[in-house]
């Protein structure tokens, strides 16, 4: 009976987790990141041609961004895509699934190590409704896979020592498929590994075979470092770090603001993708019970001597190290247990979540006919993934129209154009208008223009708390051969010729200049008075 009762309680738990991750998935957060749309599209050209942005094919890492991404996100993010189409939900149904799946798996690792069932149920219970793993399992974050693989190596280990010793042959695979997943956990999971083997020795020496079937797989690993060295993360490490960052005394004070109680529990991360910015990482009410765990964690550790235990201290301890190297302090993400909550996102912060990229595309696509070029400024970093994401560009396509910024090591626009789509290339302040050509730009960029009656607003997209996002501009807005009305195409005829007439006001001043100095620019000179008049 009691049996039935615990599998019915975490039946239901397991269900109001699905929901809490599933839910509007589409919608909160109200719009992807460039990083989602990346993964996104390369999981998509994976599916359909085998190739990632850049036309290589089955790549261990995805260079995308020239950040070189982990490939794990990417390829379990493939079938989802698969069966939801490119969208919203099929890249962030990956990351929901694997947040589900953490439930489960807590239940069994709490069943465990601490030898009682209804623990693990507490356990499955608190991680559900965790904001931690809420907020990261509802947009597609390569974290959400790293903490999964890593809990599934650490349950495998300790039952493979226990009872089952061909599980610990799938538990180095787990470490392994950990390591590269999220460049945080190559730094948590070789410790608390090696911890492991230090700590059960005596235990892996008994399954000799199976233990050396396991140092295979580690081979394994390792010689895929060798094959392809941009999975040990430095490029990404260099990029988010500086010497300064790498000091012995900042890397100390770093470490302490993670475990201070401003962070925990007032303020949390300053980054609003990972806090609600209204409240800390945890629950005040939490406090008590984290602090009584912790004393008994210890009391435990020292009376009881139970290894585990000793792996869960150190789990803790090495948590915000990832996060202590970097520039970006404190960082939820890479300290890989704190966050904030994700219900007020619709409405706040919504710049953070590069909100206003998909409206854009959608008019795009509705307007399509009607210009022969899109310009965008670079108010948004890597805008082209989220028009590749939205149009489901073909990948040949892509790769034959494509030209790379490659004036500087790592621009905040590596694509500057592909087929008619154009990124950051422009001066929108002193532009003069082209018909046919549509301008994306910001409120700044819009407010500053120096020609602005020479554009028309053909849409002004804000963000859901109603301040100005974008503005989708134009001179004339229609191609030859697409049916206007004749007071539409006056009105435009008479713009072009405005603009062309201030292009002279500005040119004919400097043709003096350029004649011959013999020469009586009258006409010249007479013209210009009439323009200055």
């Avoid at 002279?504 to 100095?517: A, Q």
Wanted: aromatic share 18%.
């Amino acid at each position: 009976m009691k049996n039935k009762l615990l599998v019915i309680i975490l039946f239901l738990i397991l269900f109001a987790a699905s929901f809490l991750r599933f839910y509007k998935l589409s919608e909160v957060p109200p719009s992807i990141t460039w990083d989602e749309a990346s993964v996104g599209y390369n999981a998509w050209t994976i599916l359909n041609w085998g190739k990632d942005e850049w036309g290589k094919a089955f790549p261990l890492v995805f260079k995308s961004f020239g950040e070189y991404k982990n490939p794990v996100d990417i390829y379990l993010t493939v079938p989802f895509v698969a069966i939801f189409g490119l969208n919203e939900f099929g890249v962030r149904a990956s990351s929901a699934f694997f947040g589900v799946l953490d439930v489960l798996l807590i239940y069994f690792l709490g069943a465990k190590i601490f030898k009682n069932k209804w623990v693990g149920v507490i356990s499955a219970l608190v991680l559900a409704i965790s904001p931690y793993n809420l907020h990261f399992s509802r947009f597609n974050h390569e974290l959400n896979f790293a903490l999964f693989f890593f809990m599934l190596g650490f349950y495998l280990f300790l039952e493979s020592v226990d009872k089952k010793p061909k599980l610990l042959i799938f538990s180095f695979v787990s470490f392994g498929v950990s390591l590269l997943s999220y460049n945080a956990a190559k730094i948590i999971v070789p410790p608390i590994f090696f911890l492991l083997i230090a700590l059960y020795i005596k235990e892996l020496l008994r399954i000799k075979k199976y233990f050396l079937w396991g140092i295979l797989v580690i081979l394994f690993f390792a010689g895929l470092i060798v094959i392809e060295p941009n999975l040990l993360g430095i490029s990404r490490f260099n990029e988010t770090s500086s010497a300064k960052d790498r000091n012995i005394e900042n890397i100390i004070q770093k470490y302490k603001v993670h475990y201070s109680f401003d962070y925990l529990f007032v303020k949390g991360d300053p980054n609003a993708r990972l806090s609600s910015q209204i409240s800390g990482e945890f629950f005040k009410t939490d406090l008590p019970f984290l602090v009584l765990g912790t004393i008994l964690l210890v009391f435990i550790l020292i009376k009881k001597k139970r290894k585990e235990f000793l792996v869960l201290l150190a789990w803790a301890l090495l948590a915000p190290i990832p996060a202590t190297i970097t520039s970006e302090t404190p960082h939820a993400a890479r300290a890989m247990f704190m966050t904030g909550s994700w219900h007020l996102f619709p409405n706040r912060y919504a710049i953070e979540w590069q909100y206003g990229m998909r409206e854009i595309v959608d008019y795009v696509k509705e307007n399509e006919t009607n210009y022969y070029a899109v310009y965008m400024t670079d108010i948004r970093s890597q805008p082209y993934i989220f028009y590749l994401f939205y149009l489901k560009y073909p990948l040949p396509q892509f790769l034959k129209t494509v030209k790379y910024n490659e004036t500087i090591q790592r621009p905040s626009n590596l694509v500057v154009s592909f087929d008619k789509y154009k990124f950051g290339i422009w001066d929108p302040i002193e532009s003069f208008p082209e018909k046919g050509i549509l301008y994306v730009v910001g409120p700044s960029h819009y407010s500053g223009l120096r020609h602005k009656t020479l554009f028309r607003v053909v849409k002004a997209i804000n963000y859901p708390n109603g301040t100005e996002a974008f503005y989708l501009v134009s001179a004339g807005g229609w191609r030859p051969g697409t049916k206007k009305k004749i007071s539409e195409c006056a009105s435009s005829l008479l713009r072009v010729l405005q603009m062309k007439l201030l292009w002279l006001m500005r040119i004919l001043p400097t043709i003096p200049e350029k004649l011959p100095k013999n020469t009586e620019p009258r006409f010249i000179g007479n013209l210009t008075m009439k323009f200055s008049m």
